[in-house]
């Protein structure tokens, strides 16, 4: 049995451990798994290299992926589908394990619909935003990146007597944002899915400074939306292909509103790619391995056309189809949960 593997769209921490599993219960059961580099443009190119056991045996503590990753999507181009299902064939694959968002999960959805492919998806995001999976690999260490960053604007913020504001990740989903803030006890949290009031942030930073509080933080998710200002989501003119803008700036301008409105010095901090950097935690490498072990599991079964999950603490196989076209957005409850602490 021949397996191919990629990595596709944003990188993040947990995926190397992933492979390995993947690596590891395929060559158990005598099978050889290639690793397809770049994501969706290895499998076009058929670019790849041969994983063994003894090749990832100690990829589980590094970040990134050693395969590369694209945002490259066979669909934009007809011609590359054909071209990635010659690759299929040339490389004689019996299988492939797609490791992704719901980009590169959706278009493995599609592969496996249009021409029965023999694919298995496994969820990866540090936003924390796919379906039928409790939590993605890379959120953990994200968060705690997050939470570190903070800890250490938190005593320059303070001896400025500043407000801070720091803008986290999380394109369509709040829930870096949310978890950071609550994580740290931040003044304020924005998110895409809530729409809030400039007025009332502001009112809610000058309530805590006149209480004696000798600085702010707020945390503002890149997706964040405020009610009263039209086009606060800010983005450069870069599309990728699957149609998505550069997000960024709703930091620097969010900092630029608040020190208008309440007269205290405000700075901004850009967390940016840092969140997706360096080693995965230990929760990360455990989720990912797990994951791992599953996705070679189900193409030794040979039930394909699946997504590996979580479930509370067991690890679930549910249908791609299941799984991609509708993101996991912060939900109302742990919104309001963490809005306790912003009043
Ligand atoms: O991985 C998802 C994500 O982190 C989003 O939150 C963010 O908007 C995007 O990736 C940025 O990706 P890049 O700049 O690497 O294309």
Sequence with gaps: MKVGILTGGGDCPG???VIRGVVRVVSNAGGQVLGLQRGWKGAIDGDHEILTPENTDDIVSKGGT?????????YKRPEDVTKLLDTFAKLGLDALVA????????????????????????PKTIDNDLSCTDVTFGFDTAINICVDAIERLRTTTESHRRIMVVETMGRHAGWIACETAMAVGADFVLVPEEPVSIDVMCDVLMKRRAAGKKYGIVVASEGAVLSQTEGLVTQNAKIDDFGHVSLGGVGELLAEII?????????FVVLGHVQRGGAPSAYDRVLGTRLGVAAGRLILEKRFGRMVGLSGTKIIDVALADA????????????????????
């Design 66 to 74: 050693i395969l590369g990753s694209s945002r490259t999507n066979p």
């Design 324 to 343: 991609v076209g509708q993101l996991k957005t912060l939900t109302s409850d742990f919104y309001r949960d963490a809005m306790e602490f912003c009043k």
């Design 99 to 122: 490791i992704g968002g719901d980009d590169t999960l959706g278009v493995a959805n599609r592969l496996y619909n249009d021409h029965r492919l023999s694919v298995i998806g496994c």
């Design 15 to 17: 995926l190397n451990a």
């Design 259 to 267: 020190e208008k409105k309440t007269g205290i010095e405000t700075r």
